[in-house]
Nanobody
Framework: VQLQASGGGLVQPGGSLRLSCAASGSILRINAMGWYRQAPGKQRELVAVITSDGSTNYADSVKGRFTISRDNVKNTVYLQMNSLKPEDTAVYYC?????????WGQGTQVTVSS
């Protein structure tokens, strides 16, 4: 399984970005899809996750600002990020749990700065 993430970039505080991550390869059944992030000097943390039945979970720091969604036909997960703050600056990694294994994307940089 390969994961290709896109959509990162530089945005001003209060702005929006949309991340996408497409899974390809020998995919039997994708269970959870999600996004993690890692800021410089910090541990990687969960941002949001969505299960195969559409249940979602968010980090407290992004609730009300970020929305995760998925397209099961395209095997793609999205992260709509609104009202971005400087503390959201990090490398964002998509994650997929499928067939009992974990897969990671290559990471995409999100920088929130004026």
């Amino acid at each position: 399984v390969q994961l290709q993430a896109s959509g990162g970039g530089l945005v001003q505080p209060g702005g929006s970005l949309r991340l996408s991550c497409a899974a390809s390869g020998s995919i039997l059944r994708i269970n959870a899809m999600g996004w993690y992030r890692q800021a410089p000097g910090k541990q990687r943390e969960l941002v949001a996750v969505i299960t195969s039945d559409g249940s979602t979970n968010y980090a407290d720091s992004v609730k009300g600002r970020f929305t995760i969604s998925r397209d099961n036909v395209k095997n793609t997960v999205y992260l709509q990020m609104n009202s971005l703050k400087p503390e959201d600056t990090a490398v964002y990694y998509c994650h997929v749990h499928a067939g009992g294994r974990d897969y990671w994307g290559q990471g995409t940089q999100v920088t929130v700065s004026s």
